[in-house]
């Protein structure tokens, strides 16, 4: 099912509704007891989403010091990847889902 997140890069963590956000340009937070922070842990890579509209294959997972800042995070999976974050239950760490967007239209 396609996702829908919202553009809100003045927050300073994940929206207490539990809705998807687009903090950065394709960079997706959320708490990890909402309905999106349960399938984000359960990620696998090959796994594909779509968020307004774009597709994406997760292509690696990895948890990461919640006190990072997103320019460490842009720096290690690229600035041009889509990445989801959340927390990990009972741990300091976040957990980030990156890929890239698939190419639209029709295959080649």
Not at 56 to 81: C, H, N, Q, T, W
Not at 95 to 103: A, K, M, T, Y
Request: hydrophobic share 35%.
């Amino acid at each position: 099912m396609p996702w829908e997140a919202d553009w809100d890069p003045d927050l300073v963590e994940a929206r207490s509704d539990g809705g998807l956000t687009e903090w950065s340009y394709r960079y997706y937070i959320t708490h990890s007891w909402s309905y999106y922070g349960e399938v984000i842990l359960d990620l696998q890579p090959g796994d594909v989403l779509t968020v307004n509209g774009e597709s994406m294959r997760v292509e690696g997972i990895f948890d990461y010091p919640k006190d990072s800042i997103l320019d460490e995070i842009l720096a290690l999976v690229g600035e041009d990847a889509v990445v989801f974050q959340t927390c990990v239950p009972d741990e300091d760490y976040s957990r980030i889902v990156h890929g890239h967007v698939l190419p639209s239209g029709p295959a080649a």
